[in-house]
């Protein structure tokens, strides 16, 4: 058939026109993209154990600042160690000038009360929490001993830090634990307490030690 049109336009002269090829437009669309919200990473830089407007984030004001899961109440040069949005995830880190060589604070406002989610990393050259006996180093969770009732059980990463000197008179020397805990490359060091030296499992709490060093090794109290 094609031949055949060939022939009869060849000897008019002509030539067999063709249809013109469609092109189709693109057409760009907007689509809406799920939001995902950056974890809120607080860095500790100060070896101060304040809660105060020097203008530092203290650890005590980072840890506050993730239970209350904002900001709110810092001043302007402690709110600006604050990045990303409260919420699952947070983490708080340590300013790697402040904390270029192995540092201390010492505890003087008593254990730090965790109730929020949050990862909590030493700085590369480690760094030491001393509770100088006069209180534990962490209240994970919130329990009501005499009732046994729980109001918070956060989820809680230590890692890399030295907890020494603490000291309770009755459960847990080191970190009363209520939800979960994991403590990865900590060194516990000389605490004491009445039902067990360095941590206790309350409420069906579950705590996790990886590649830690007790000394002395503790006992725990759980139900």
Not at 38 to 48: E, F, R
Not at 62 to 71: E, F, G, L, R
Not at 75 to 97: E, K
Not at 152 to 171: D, E, W
């Given at each position: ?106 505890l003087t406002g008593g254990s ?112």
């Open positions: 058939m094609n031949s055949w049109v060939k022939r009869i336009f060849s000897r008019r002269g002509e030539t067999p026109k063709t249809r013109p090829t469609l092109v189709r437009r693109f057409r760009p669309r907007v689509e809406a993209l799920e939001e995902r919200a950056v974890p809120a990473n607080l860095v500790v830089n100060t070896l101060s154990d304040a809660v105060a407007a020097d203008g530092k984030l203290s650890l005590r004001e980072a840890i506050a600042a993730v239970n209350a899961q904002s900001a709110t109440g810092l001043d302007a040069g402690a709110a600006a160690q604050v990045s990303g949005t409260f919420g699952s995830g947070d983490t708080i880190r340590f300013d790697p000038t402040t904390f270029a060589t192995r540092q201390t604070i010492t730090f009360t965790v109730t929020n989610d949050v990862d909590i990393t030493a700085p590369a050259a480690g760094l030491i929490l001393d509770a100088a006996t006069n209180s534990r180093h962490f209240d994970i969770g919130t329990l009501d001993i005499s009732t046994g009732n729980v109001s918070t059980a956060p989820t809680v990463r230590l890692a890399g830090l030295t907890l020494v000197n603490g000291k309770n008179g009755s459960f847990c020397g080191s970190i009363l634990v209520v939800g979960k805990l994991t403590v990865d490359g900590c060194t516990f060091t000389a605490n004491t307490g009445l039902n067990g030296g360095v941590d206790g499992t309350f409420a069906g709490a579950t705590p996790h030690a990886w590649r830690s060093t007790f000394t002395p090794h503790p006992t725990a109290r759980g139900s």
